[in-house]
């Protein structure tokens, strides 16, 4: 798991050599911080990714966990969440098990509609919800078990047994248009789900919704020492998993051992904000390379890689397969876990134009999005910070949507979609804005994907830098 440095590659190829203040115990604890700092990084950030979102819930709203935290109108860029959907309703519910099991209650598909995801703290899909999941739209009694569970589970539920005493979960109320009343309709059906702690009775309690709407909800990633802060709450708070007991070791180095205060020394600090950095390096030019493309020569990438898809979906049980490096990257750029991935959304990023090279926010682009779309519901594309992986700041708009208000459509039934810092003129309800001086990535949802775009049948072809 632990990469090689430089230093330790010019050794092997005689070009330097360590002097003996080099292997002093000083440098030699520096340098073991350092490289177990980097990857403790690349192998945290779906936790941490987690943990950010929970302590911003927890020290921004009055949400608890185990309660429900919403956004009663589509997300602006004040929902600092890594690439949110602007086109959806949110809710979520951070649950704890630690006491007991939970219930999470989806209604029927029945004037509304959930596409939703259970994780843990790992960010691993425990079930979809909605009518893509495990309930079919039939609506159903989610039931997360803690993972020292030895009870009995009632009749009508569907069991989630945890691994981990705490994760989320995302339901995102479904929305046919931007329109105020359809907006509230959303919000209304949403209100409809329910959480709850077992023993079940007649009478659970009801449950308590806060609207975070308006509110600054930062949860970007913050690569410098205080990572490891969220880090050292994890360890605290989760049992270790078989699969990452050799992180116990490596994490002991740091100052992060279970059951014991972290209290890193100031030195300790400076080394872990260097070596945050050289993660946040190391994954960025790993997503900057690009992911495979969902079709050869169109540089439009699935948002996470076929393998850690797999790896995640399976539980992690693959003996012979463990992708950190590319669940790293993917948790860098966005959260939760999707069971049946493909089946209610499925995502496509680009971070190049046709040319090959980064959309610049001082430039202007076009993407033509061919007819007949492959949704059963609807498509966007979204705007987001190349650095943060969040709603550009400041910006009051970051999508256009199949379901937006006044987009409009070309003779032959494509959408011509603008990004720039001025919307062409006439085009306004066909443009997002960018920030002139920042760069920029792209994210395309399809919400009820059908048959011709895993078929290739239907292509989404690359965003064109215009004169």
Do not use: C
């Not at 395309?444 to 072809?461: A, H, V």
């Amino acid at each position: 798991m632990l990469r090689v440095s430089l230093t330790a590659l010019a050794l092997v190829a005689g070009t330097i050599s360590l002097s003996a203040q080099d292997l002093s115990p000083e440098n030699l604890e520096k340098r073991a911080i350092e490289r177990r700092a980097v990857e403790a990084v690349i192998w945290a950030m779906p936790a941490v990714n987690a943990d950010l979102m929970l302590q911003a819930m927890l020290s921004t709203t009055k949400a608890k966990v185990n309660e429900i935290v919403y956004w009663s109108k589509p997300v602006n860029w004040k929902n600092q969440t890594l690439t949110p959907n602007p086109d959806s309703i949110y809710f979520m519910s951070f649950w704890n098990v630690k006491d007991g099991p939970i219930v999470i209650e989806i209604p029927p598909a029945e004037g509304g509609s959930i596409a939703g995801n259970i994780v843990n703290a790992w960010q691993m899909p425990l079930e979809d919800a909605g009518p893509e999941g495990a309930d079919e739209g039939k609506g159903g009694k989610y039931l997360i078990l803690p993972p020292d569970y030895m009870g009995e589970v009632p009749e009508g539920y569907i069991p989630l047994r945890s691994d981990t005493f705490t994760g989320f979960a995302l339901l995102r109320s479904n929305l046919k248009s931007h329109d105020v009343a359809d907006v509230e309709k959303s919000v209304a059906y949403g209100k409809k789900i329910k959480i709850y702690p077992m023993p079940v009775t007649d009478n659970p309690p009801a449950t308590v919704f806060t609207d975070a709407y308006d509110v600054l909800f930062d949860a970007t990633i913050r690569y410098d020492a205080s990572f490891f802060e969220n880090l050292n709450r994890v360890v605290q708070t989760e049992p270790w998993l078989n699969r990452d007991r050799v992180m116990i070791d490596q994490l002991k180095t740091l100052g992060i051992e279970k059951g014991k205060p972290y209290q890193p020394k100031p030195e300790t600090r400076a080394i872990l904000d260097a070596s945050a950095r050289e993660a946040h390096a190391i994954l960025s030019q790993r997503y900057d390379q690009g992911f495979p493309v969902i079709n050869e020569g169109i540089r439009w990438f699935p948002a996470a890689m076929a393998d850690m898809v797999k790896a995640a979906q399976g539980g992690y049980d693959d003996p012979d397969a463990y992708p950190v490096d590319a669940r790293g990257v993917t948790y860098t750029l966005g959260f939760t876990g999707i069971k049946r991935i493909g089946t209610a959304q499925f995502y496509l990023m680009a971070n190049k134009d046709k040319d090959g090279n980064a959309f610049d926010g001082a430039a202007n682009y076009k993407l033509v999005v061919p007819k007949d779309a492959p949704v059963k519901q609807y498509w966007s594309v979204t705007v987001y910070d190349r650095e943060t992986h969040a709603l550009v700041r400041n910006l009051d708009k970051a999508s256009v949507a199949s379901i937006g208000k006044g987009v409009a459509k070309n003779a032959d039934g494509s959408v011509d979609v603008y990004f720039g810092a001025q919307a062409p003129a006439g085009k306004e309800a066909n443009w997002v804005p960018v920030d002139p001086k920042g760069k920029f990535e792209l994210l395309f949802r399809l919400y009820g994907p059908e048959k011709p775009l895993f078929e290739k049948t239907w292509k989404l072809p690359d965003v064109e830098k215009l004169p």
